[in-house]
């Protein structure tokens, strides 16, 4: 399974996005702030960029896991190892204050 996010609104504080499945549309998507950061940069200089809580991941190819989210009661997808960011869950969320990482722990 392929999963791809294309972002096409990039606002002052969220970013709009579109995402496929094995290139077939699924949902829409709404992400923090979109600053240019790319998965080929160095950790250091994604987080000389980044603002915690107000960033959106770097774009690039990123593997995919399922875990069980205690806080929610229910099983999501999970990106791993993304440069200068953890807890990158996928999951529903109503405004751009939902986009906030959580621990697997909550």
Not at 32 to 44: C, F, I, P, Q, T
Not at 85 to 98: P, Q, T, Y
Request: charged share 25%.
């Amino acid at each position: 399974m392929v999963i791809k996010i294309v972002r096409h609104a990039l606002k002052e504080n969220y970013t709009i996005g579109r995402m496929m499945v094995n290139d077939q549309y699924f949902c829409d998507t709404l992400e923090d702030k979109d600053r240019g950061l790319d998965a080929s940069m160095s950790e250091d200089m994604i987080r000389e960029r980044k603002v915690y809580g107000q960033t959106a991941i770097p774009t690039g190819i990123y593997s995919v896991g399922i875990t069980y989210w205690a806080k929610h009661r229910c099983n999501v997808p999970y990106l791993t190892k993304v440069k200068g960011f953890s807890g990158i869950f996928i999951h529903a969320g109503v405004n751009a204050s939902h986009t906030l990482g959580y621990s697997l722990r909550s």
